[in-house]
C-alpha cells in the first residue's frame, strides 16, 4: 500500500514538472535574430524572447526604431517561427516596402492565451506589460512611445493581439489580428482545440470559470474601451474563408462595426489557418498596413 501511495506521489509529481509553464526558449540561430534574457518577478526567474534587429541598426548608431511585437499561436514559440517571420521581414524592409523596426517574438507559452491565470500561477499580461516592454526600451534603441509600437499575432497570438492592443491603447500604435481566436464572448466552442482542448484551456487558464474568460475577452474589452478605439488606433483583421474560426471572426468584425470602431477587415478566398498562406495571399498589401501606421515617424532618425 505505501509502494502504490509512492507511485502516485511520484507520478503526480511528473505530471506538475510537465505543467510548469517554461519560460527560457530555445537558442536561436538566424541572421539578426537573437536570444534575449531578462529577470521577471512576475515569474520570479528568467524570462525569454527573441529580437530582430534589421540591418540599419548597425549602421545608424543614433537612431531608434519602432517596434512591432509579434504573438505566436498555440504551441509556442519556436527558433524557427520567429527566423521564418524575421526573414520575411526583413526582406520587406531591405527592399524598403516597410521602414526598418525591431521585431520582438515573446514567449507565451503553449497556451498561455495571453493573459494573466485566475490561479495566478502565471501573468503573462503583467509581465509583458510592466516588464518586457519597459526592458526592451532600456535595452534597445527602440521608439519608446505609443506611435512606436505596434502588436500583431497569429491565431491565438491575434487573440492576445486585440486583448492588450485594444486594453492598453496608450501603448499601440497598431493592432493586426491574423486568423485569430478565440475572439466569440461565450468560449462554448473551440472549432481547433475541440471539446477536450477547449476544457483544458477554459480549467487551467480561466479557472473553469466563463465569466473570467469573457471579462479577458477582446469582445469586452472592446465595448468598454470602444472611445478609446475609435480614434487614432490602426486596426485590422485578416481571416481565411477555409479558417474554422471564420464565424466567430466575421461576428467579432460585426461587433467592431456596431461599436463604430473603425477597422480594415479582409476576408481571403481559399485559405485555412496557416499564417504563411495567409501572409503570401496578401502579398505587397501587407506591408501597407504598417506604413499607414507608422506615418511620419518612420521618417524620424532619433528622438
Not at 33 to 59: G, H, I, W
Not at 82 to 103: D, H, N, S
Not at 127 to 152: C, N, V, W, Y
Request: charged residues 20%; contains cysteine; positive net charge.
Amino acid at each position: 500500500m505505501n509502494k502504490l501511495l509512492l507511485l502516485a506521489l511520484l507520478l503526480s509529481s511528473a505530471v506538475h514538472a510537465q505543467q510548469k509553464p517554461v519560460w527560457l526558449l530555445p537558442e536561436v540561430n538566424a541572421p539578426r535574430v537573437q536570444r534575449v534574457l531578462f529577470d521577471s518577478k512576475t515569474a520570479r526567474q528568467q524570462v525569454s524572447c527573441y529580437v530582430f534587429t534589421p540591418e540599419s541598426y548597425d549602421t545608424e548608431k543614433e537612431r531608434r526604431f519602432p517596434v512591432l511585437y509579434w504573438l505566436h499561436g498555440s504551441g509556442g514559440s519556436t527558433p524557427a517561427a520567429a527566423a521564418q517571420i524575421a526573414q520575411r521581414y526583413g526582406e520587406a524592409m531591405q527592399t524598403g516596402k516597410i521602414p526598418p523596426m525591431i521585431l520582438v517574438f515573446p514567449n507565451g507559452l503553449p497556451m498561455g492565451m495571453w493573459c494573466d491565470w485566475k490561479d495566478g500561477s502565471v501573468k503573462l499580461e503583467t509581465m509583458i506589460i510592466e516588464e518586457l516592454i519597459p526592458h526592451l526600451d532600456r535595452s534597445f534603441r527602440t521608439q519608446a512611445k505609443r506611435e512606436g509600437r505596434l502588436i500583431e499575432g497569429f491565431s491565438m497570438g491575434g487573440y492576445g493581439a486585440a486583448r492588450l492592443g485594444f486594453k492598453f491603447p496608450q501603448l499601440f500604435a497598431a493592432v493586426s489580428l491574423l486568423s485569430a481566436g478565440p475572439l466569440q464572448l461565450d468560449f462554448t466552442e473551440a472549432p481547433r482545440a475541440g471539446p477536450k482542448g477547449r476544457d483544458r484551456v477554459l480549467g487551467t487558464v480561466y479557472g473553469g470559470d466563463m465569466a473570467y474568460f469573457q471579462a479577458h475577452s477582446p469582445w469586452r474589452i472592446a465595448e468598454q474601451n470602444a472611445d478609446k478605439l475609435r480614434s487614432g488606433l490602426h486596426i485590422r483583421q485578416i481571416i481565411g474563408d477555409r479558417d474554422e474560426t471564420l464565424r466567430f471572426n466575421r461576428d467579432f468584425h460585426q461587433h467592431l462595426d456596431t461599436l463604430k470602431i473603425p477597422h480594415t477587415y479582409r476576408q481571403l478566398p481559399g485559405i485555412p489557418h496557416n499564417p504563411n498562406l495567409l501572409l503570401n495571399t496578401l502579398g505587397d498589401d501587407n506591408w501597407s498596413f504598417y506604413q499607414q501606421a507608422l506615418g511620419a515617424l518612420s521618417k524620424l532618425r532619433s528622438d
